[in-house]
């Protein structure tokens, strides 16, 4: 595991969100950066000012890192994976090791099969709630909701987290980048 940029202790990370981004081979990894940072601004804008992190996993981390960092300017961290990635309950594992101790409000996520496989057991070991496929979120009477599809995508259900953790996957498309596309 490599940092990228120095973002200072872990205390200075408590209570922000961390989204995670997975590299593939031959794939950039840019344009799902840029939705999950999308989404961040919105949930800071919601839920109040907080720091923003991104976790990048995957063979080809180190070196889309610094890519992200330049294209994007969010704090990364890589973490290189062996082929296959970090899945199932051993994936889960060693992100809930990382994560625990830099104790976040939000890891957000894209909603894809590879959050299918982490999602669950990663809320099981932080404690958290987990919330799938969101689209959307809101505030009322001064709480947080997160809207996800319901019924063939006729109804949205609006779902409140009561732990202080919620692991989140984000709809893909629901939250695009503002302006241009900065993916390459």
């Given amino acids: ?9 872990d205390a200075d990370r408590a209570g922000g969100i ?7 081979p031959g794939k950039a990894v840019e344009p799902e950066v840029g939705e999950l940072l999308a989404f961040a601004q919105r949930l800071t804008a919601a ?5 923003v992190s991104l976790l990048l996993l ?7 890192a610094a890519a992200v960092v330049k294209v994007w300017g969010v704090e990364t961290v ?5 082929p296959g990635g970090a899945r199932g309950e051993a994936g889960a594992r060693l992100l809930a090791d990382f994560l625990e101790p830099r104790r976040p409000a939000y ?3 894209r909603h894809s099969s590879w959050s299918f496989d982490l999602q669950p057991a990663l809320a099981v070991f932080l404690a958290a709630a987990a ?5 959307d979120l809101q505030v009322r009477d001064g709480e947080l909701f ?6 063939g995508g006729r109804q949205t259900a609006w779902i409140r987290s009561r732990t202080p953790v919620a692991v989140i996957s984000l709809q893909p498309g629901s939250c695009p980048p503002a302006g241009e596309n900065k993916g390459r």
């Fill in 47 to 51: 839920a109040g000012p907080r720091p």
């Fill in 1 to 9: 595991m490599s940092s990228t940029v120095d973002h200072g202790s």
């Fill in 146 to 151: 997160f809207g996800r599809p319901t019924a």
């Fill in 131 to 135: 919330i799938a496929g969101v689209q």
């Fill in 18 to 24: 961390w989204l995670l981004g997975e590299c593939r």
């Fill in 107 to 109: 890891v957000c996520c």
């Fill in 78 to 82: 890589a973490m290189a994976t062996p």
């Fill in 58 to 64: 995957g063979e080809t981390a180190d070196s889309e």
